[in-house]
């Protein structure tokens, strides 16, 4: 398989340390609020990638991380940590928003079948191991402690600035640009290992170290779990591209300075989900989830297929109206596969050649609309039912789209998207009086006050809200 890699810049030939075997980490979600559809492209690309593996033979060992603590407002070691802000929204202690958020992702990564990692590990589960792997690098002369906190000393690395597609200065423009300059840091580009001194004190979760009771940094725990389940080596590790610096580059800091030799020979980076303001985040707050998009009657795979559609490596648009394209594909495609008899005796080196062509089509850089296009090159294919049904059930151990056992119901065909849901609502839009004065207008309308019913569209027209009369009731939105 032939793979881009972040490190090289270059399609390379994916060889893994020992042959056959894959030993593949994958950053986890900051569990904090619900995952938009944005960080589930990047989980649905790393999923292919983990699936088209299997496929071509390797036996395949996955590990994620649950970011349930460190990571701050800002990926540059300031601000207050975002745990603890979904706790103060929520009026929950962080625990508690940790576990409802973790259980959120994964009934959205099964809805999008999306395989669970077979290692799946809470960054608050092994501090130990961020201790003594801290305790290491001081040990060691990569880390010192200022102010309370431990740093690492990028001064110490021949290299910091792995990831060479970017330029030096774009790269240290999250830490220039920081809220406010750490006095303690020796060098800009140094980052926290290990916090007691922190502007916010009301931090939730602290433990006993070496150097004061406190919490790690964010980049640590995918060091820390990385080499505790995964060993000293790696072959593949895979993330949203605004991961690749600081985060991946911290933690190649730290995980080459703990060994003492390479790390990770191959980075895999998923381009963003961009909607019209630019890309997706969760900072932003209105944001897109699944259970929004069932909400307005997409099928979950439907937005499995718009992500297969397009190549990992380049950004991709969100819009409602190619969304509807894809769900009339998806649609469409299982009426095809629904109609093909299960007849005849399967062909098993049509089968084989099938694959093959598969693998080949795939294995270049993980090109999943030429995977899509296989599927559909099958469905012309000159053979018998059950050959072309057997195909496509290989074909669907890599696409995972339901391509057998889904049916075409409505549930793939969307709903009218001009109605708002809740999340979508702009800030100081008063819900509560556009719906008090919706019903006023019903209840004119039955009483035949057809004069009073305008006078509301009217009001309602000034207040910038568009309204429908439709079978189900009003709709209504910002215009
Ligand atoms: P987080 O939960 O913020 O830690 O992010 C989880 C994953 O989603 C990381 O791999 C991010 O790089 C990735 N991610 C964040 N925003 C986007 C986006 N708009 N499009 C694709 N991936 C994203
Ligand atoms: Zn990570």
């Known amino acids: 398989m032939k793979l881009y890699n972040t490190l090289t810049r270059s399609k390379d030939e994916f060889i893994p340390n020992e042959e056959g075997k894959v030993k593949m980490y994958t950053c986890g979600p900051t569990v904090y609020h619900f995952a938009h559809i944005g960080n589930l492209r990047t989980y649905i690309m790393e999923d292919v990638l983990e699936k088209f593996l299997n496929f071509a033979g390797y036996e395949v060992t996955r590990a994620m991380n649950i970011t349930d603590v460190g990571h701050l407002s800002s990926d540059g070691d300031t601000g207050e940590d975002k745990m603890l802000k979904g706790a103060k929204r929520e009026k929950k202690t962080v625990m508690e928003i940790a576990q409802f958020y973790t259980d959120a992702f994964f009934s959205d990564c099964k809805k999008l079948n999306i395989k669970k990692p077979e290692i799946v590990v809470p960054a608050t589960s092994c501090v130990d191991d961020y201790i003594h792997l801290i305790e290491t690098l001081l040990e060691k002369g990569y880390a010192y402690i200022a102010g309370g906190n431990v740093y690492f000393d ?62 790690p940094g964010w980049h640590i725990e995918c060091s820390g779990i990385s080499l505790k ?65 069932e909400e307005k009657g997409y099928d979950p795979l439907v937005y499995r297929m718009f992500c297969l559609q397009s190549h990992y490596r380049k950004p991709l648009v969100f819009t409602f109206e190619s969304l509807d394209n894809t769900a009339g594909a998806y649609n469409k495609l299982l009426t095809r596969i629904a109609s093909i008899q299960n007849e005849g005796e399967i062909d098993e080196a049509v089968v084989a050649e099938a694959k093959e062509k598969f693998i080949n089509l795939v294995g270049n850089d993980l090109n999943t609309s030429l995977g899509l296009t296989a599927v559909y090159d099958i469905l012309k294919l000159k053979t018998n ?95």
């Not at 910091?160 to 406010?180: I, P, T």
């Not at 911290?250 to 703990?258: D, H, K, T, V």
């Open 154 to 215: 990028t001064s110490k690395l021949d290299t910091y600035y792995v990831f060479q597609n970017f330029k030096e200065e774009d790269l240290a423009v999250g830490v220039r640009d920081s809220v406010e300059e750490d006095e303690n840091k020796r060098n800009k580009a140094d980052f926290v290992l290990w916090f007691t001194k922190s502007k916010f004190d009301d931090q939730e979760l602290k433990w006993d170290s070496p150097w004061g009771n406190g919490y």
């Open 229 to 293: 389940y995964l060993g000293d080596t790696l072959d593949i590790h895979c993330g949203g591209i605004d991961n690749a610096f600081p985060h991946h580059t911290n933690e190649i800091a730290q995980s080459e300075a703990y060994t003492g030799k390479k790390w990770c020979n191959n980075w895999f980076h998923v381009l963003h989900l961009n909607d019209a303001r630019g890309k997706m985040s969760k900072s932003k707050g209105d944001f897109l989830t699944v259970s929004l998009l």
């Open 385 to 479: 039912g059950a050959t072309k049904l057997a195909i496509l059930k290989e074909y669907d151990k890599v696409l995972s789209l339901d391509l057998l056992t889904n049916k075409p119901t409505e549930k793939a065909k969307p709903k009218a998207t001009e109605e708002l849901t809740p999340a979508e609502i702009p800030e100081g839009v008063d819900v509560a009086k556009i719906e008090e004065l919706i019903a006023k207008r019903l209840e004119a309308k039955k009483n035949r006050d057809f004069a009073l019913a305008d006078s509301i569209r009217n009001e309602l027209s000034e207040m910038n809200i568009a309204i429908l009369d439709t079978k189900e009731g009003t709709k209504w939105s910002v215009k």
